[in-house]
Each structure stands twice: as C-alpha cells, then as structure tokens.
C-alpha cells in the first residue's frame, strides 16, 4: 500500500494535452542575433521609438544582450538582442521572415525610418487586392520589420514571420504543444502562398505568430542570426510533457529538458517544431523575479 502512495501519478494523454489551453501564456520575448550592439539599439531606439530596458554583459561567456520594446516586460513583447564578442555579421537564411511593428502612420514611420539610415523596401501603400496600409523596412543587420497601420494597438511588437515546409503540420504543433489558436488564415493561390496567424489572443490585441507556406516549397535555410521565441507557463514541467507527447506525433525536438538555468534559476525548457524553429518556455514566476532582480 505504501508503494502504491509513493508513486507518482500520471495525467491521462487527453487531460495533459489540455493544459497548454489552460495555462497563462503570453509572448515574452523574441531573440536574435546582432552584429553590432550599440548599432542597433541606437537604431530601434531612434527610428522605431523603442525603449532599451535592460541591458547586460556577460563577459565570461562572450557576449551581451539588451533588451527593447514599447513597454514593459511584464507585459508586453520585447526584442532581446545577442552580441557574440567579435561576430559581427551573421547569415539570416531563407526561411526566417520579419518582425512587424503596427504605428497610427505608417507614412510618416517611414521617413523617420528613412531619415535614420534605415532601408525601405517596400514603399507604403495598400496590400495588393486589399485596404490594410503597409510598409517593409530593414535595420542595419538586414532584419526584416513589416509596419502596419492601426489606429491604436496594445501590442505594438505585434508579429514574428517564420516560413514553413507544411502549414497543417505546423499549426495542429503550435495548437497542440503550445495551446494557440489560428486567429486569421489568408490563401493567395495567385501568389502561391498560405498564411496562418497563431496567437492567444485576436489579432488586434496582441503579439502573433505568422507561418507563410509557399507552395511546393518544404525546406528553408535557418542561417544563424535568428535564434528563438520565449512563452511563458505556469508549469514548465507538465508543459514539458506535452511539448514530448506533441513531438512525438507531429515532429520536432525537445533540445532541452525541464529544469532550472544554472546561475539564475529560471526554471525553463526548450524545443524545435517540425521545421526546426526553436521555442523555449519560461517560468512566469521566475521570469518575473528575474526581471525585477535586474532592475533593483
């Protein structure tokens, strides 16, 4: 009888594969490579309008990161740049698509953009065949950021573009390991391409996930300047399980199991869908007390 108490209970498959619905998930932040630190946060700061709010140097491990958005990190999507010490340029790939700020004018975020070095590819105007007012600019690295016009958004950071082999395949992964849904799905056969948008929230009011599926193509570059995107949860561990069970069905890799990080002790995990894209899940308890011990 003993025995049997001592044993730890397993959750039934259908009652764990419900969980990612019921946590408290947001996107915290969005990590990628730079090749010149003061460079870019001179850039988003001047012509995006991003505050830095927090930067740090860990001069051990060669690098340093700096940390910008619109708000704060309680509660609002953040970029967290890496500079690797002496790696001034890196391969962003094919398969990585854009960032996507939303802006009252995307006119006039234009030629402020346009005034502070920044590259425009693509002028503003209407989407083709639609009313939606966009523009495609690039930062110093050759990072993509799409600005959309709307009139008033509570997440300005409020897209993230990955290319994907299979758009079935990619959004039952993201519902099922990580509890979004599709909030909007464009076909445009004319132009060979399908969107779906995953979030936890509508479009409007939140950040959101883009997978572009271009027909007939199943596989892109990575490169190595993109590097991943954060979530939180309120159990990184029963999260963990589900990431499991999920890769085990669909694909994907779990490239770092349940557990705490060494030196600061935000408990985490990490992984890689079917395309090869990384997520990692964090704490919401300890991202917070980390956040707060760097600001003190």
């Given at each position: 009888?003993?025995?049997?108490e001592?044993?730890?209970?397993?959750?039934?498959t259908?009652?764990?594969?419900?969980?990612p619905?019921?946590?408290?998930?947001?996107?915290?932040?969005?990590?990628?490579?730079?090749?010149?630190?003061?460079?870019?946060?001179?850039?988003?700061?001047?012509?995006?309008?991003?505050?830095?709010?927090?930067?740090?140097?860990?001069?051990e491990?060669?690098?340093s990161?700096?940390?910008?958005g619109?708000?704060?990190?309680?509660s609002?999507?953040?970029?967290?740049?890496?500079?690797?010490?002496g790696?001034?340029?890196?391969?962003?790939?094919?398969?990585f698509g854009?960032?996507?700020?939303a802006?009252?004018?995307?006119?006039?975020?234009?030629?402020?953009?346009?005034a502070?070095?920044?590259?425009?590819?693509?002028?503003?105007g209407?989407?083709?065949?639609?009313t939606?007012v966009?523009?495609?600019?690039?930062?110093?690295?050759?990072?993509?950021f799409?600005?959309?016009?709307r009139e008033?958004?509570?997440?300005?950071?409020c897209?993230?573009?990955?290319?994907?082999?299979?758009?079935?395949?990619?959004?039952?992964?993201?519902?099922?390991?990580?509890?979004?849904?599709?909030?909007?799905?464009?076909?445009?056969?004319?132009?060979?391409y399908?969107?779906?948008?995953?979030?936890?929230?509508?479009e409007?009011?939140?950040?959101?996930?883009?997978?572009?599926?271009?027909y007939?193509?199943?596989?892109?570059?990575?490169?190595?300047?993109?590097?991943?995107i954060?979530?939180?949860?309120?159990d990184?561990?029963?999260?963990?399980?589900?990431?499991?069970?999920?890769?085990?069905e669909?694909?994907?890799?779990?490239?770092?199991?349940?557990?705490?990080l060494?030196?600061?002790?935000?408990?985490?995990?990490a992984f890689?869908?079917?395309?090869?894209?990384?997520?990692?899940?964090v704490?919401?308890?300890?991202?917070l007390?980390?956040?707060?011990s760097?600001?003190?």
């Amino acid at each position: 009888m003993a025995e049997a108490e001592a044993a730890t209970p397993v959750a039934p498959t259908a009652e764990l594969l419900e969980w990612p619905k019921k946590d408290k998930r947001r996107f915290l932040h969005v990590v990628y490579r730079v090749g010149d630190l003061d460079r870019t946060i001179k850039f988003y700061t001047e012509a995006f309008g991003m505050k830095l709010l927090r930067k740090r140097d860990v001069p051990e491990e060669k690098y340093s990161n700096a940390f910008l958005g619109f708000g704060p990190e309680e509660s609002q999507f953040v970029v967290e740049l890496t500079y690797n010490y002496g790696v001034t340029s890196y391969d962003i790939g094919t398969g990585f698509g854009h960032f996507a700020i939303a802006t009252p004018n995307v006119y006039q975020l234009v030629e402020h953009v346009r005034a502070k070095g920044g590259v425009v590819s693509r002028e503003p105007g209407p989407v083709k065949g639609g009313t939606s007012v966009i523009a495609f600019v690039k930062d110093p690295d050759g990072y993509t950021f799409e600005l959309i016009q709307r009139e008033s958004t509570p997440e300005p950071l409020c897209q993230v573009m990955l290319r994907v082999g299979d758009l079935e395949r990619s959004i039952k992964f993201y519902e099922k390991a990580l509890g979004m849904s599709v909030v909007k799905r464009v076909d445009r056969p004319e132009y060979k391409y399908t969107i779906a948008m995953l979030a936890y929230a509508e479009e409007h009011k939140t950040t959101v996930l883009e997978l572009t599926y271009n027909y007939g193509v199943t596989e892109y570059s990575k490169g190595n300047a993109y590097a991943q995107i954060a979530i939180s949860t309120d159990d990184v561990y029963k999260s963990g399980e589900v990431v499991n069970l999920v890769t085990q069905e669909l694909g994907g890799k779990v490239t770092r199991q349940p557990g705490p990080l060494p030196g600061i002790n935000t408990k985490i995990t990490a992984f890689l869908d079917p395309d090869g894209w990384k997520t990692v899940l964090v704490d919401n308890e300890d991202f917070l007390k980390e956040i707060s011990s760097k600001e003190e």
